[in-house]
T-cell receptor, first 117, second 110 residues
Framework: DGGITQSPKYLFRKEGQNVTLSCEQNLNHDAMYWYRQDPGQGLRLIYYSQIVNDFQKGDIAEGYSVSREKKESFPLTVTSAQKNPTAFYLC????????????????FGPGTRLTVL | EDQVTQSPEALRLQEGESSSLNCSYTVSGLRGLFWYRQDPGKGPEFLFT???AGEEKEKERLKATLTKKESFLHITAPKPEDSATYLC???????????FGTGTSLTVIP
């Protein structure tokens, strides 16, 4: 089955701790994204990557870091600098279309719920 | 600034009672408008992509339409299993990001 997997499903972080959320896709998609979802707010973009070894900051990148060493993998680290990390984190991927008619819809993983203790 | 506004925030329908959800957008050149369904505690599930005004897409009881300023998601004779949050997102020609609305929470009562 092709798809996107995220792990763990639930994650608990202590104050001052860094944690890493995993995201893997076997859809052969070039682009991958990380979003944060809070109650009453739309999905907000943290980071995205179009190709291996390259990534760009989204709207709320402060306190987060990413890497893209393999096409299939895009892990997100929530650092101690992120003051309010409790949220639902979603990873997505898409074909990186450059033409207006390209099918560039994003497909999402099941999410990781992070809670600060 | 690219923006997406969805209304209503919440909608309760009786089973079989048809209705529409609205997604208004402002974007500097629309590349695509996307509809997703999200169940509690799960990732969004892709439903439709619309690219140009006048375009329509259908899937079972759902029909999405697009004008130059807004999109509607029409739900015909809904069933309780249609209960979910429906998200709308837009992508502009000039950028790479998706901009999401806050969603409409739909509850269908048997």
């Amino acid at each position: 089955d092709g798809g996107i997997t995220q792990s763990p499903k639930y994650l608990f972080r202590k104050e001052g701790q860094n944690v890493t959320l995993s995201c893997e896709q076997n859809l052969n998609h070039d682009a991958m994204y990380w979003y944060r979802q809070d109650p009453g707010q739309g999905l907000r973009l943290i980071y995205y990557s179009q190709i291996v070894n390259d990534f760009q900051k989204g709207d709320i990148a402060e306190g987060y870091s990413v890497s893209r060493e393999k096409k299939e993998s895009f892990p997100l680290t929530v650092t101690s600098a992120q003051k309010n990390p409790t949220a639902f984190y979603l990873c997505a991927s898409s074909i990186w279309g450059l033409k207006a008619a390209s099918y560039n819809e994003q497909f999402f993983g099941p999410g990781t719920r992070l809670t600060v203790l | 600034e690219d923006q997406v506004t969805q209304s209503p925030e919440a909608l309760r329908l009786q089973e079989g009672e048809s209705s529409s959800l609205n997604c208004s957008y402002t974007v500097s050149g629309l590349r695509g408008l996307f509809w997703y369904r999200q169940d509690p505690g799960k990732g969004p599930e892709f439903l439709f992509t619309l690219y140009s005004a006048g375009e329509e897409k259908e899937k079972e009881r759902l029909k999405a339409t697009l004008t130059k300023k807004e999109s509607f998601l029409h739900i015909t004779a809904p069933k309780p299993e249609d209960s979910a949050t429906y998200l709308c997102a837009v992508q502009a020609h000039t950028g790479n990001q998706f901009y999401f609305g806050t969603g409409t929470s739909l509850t269908v009562i048997p």
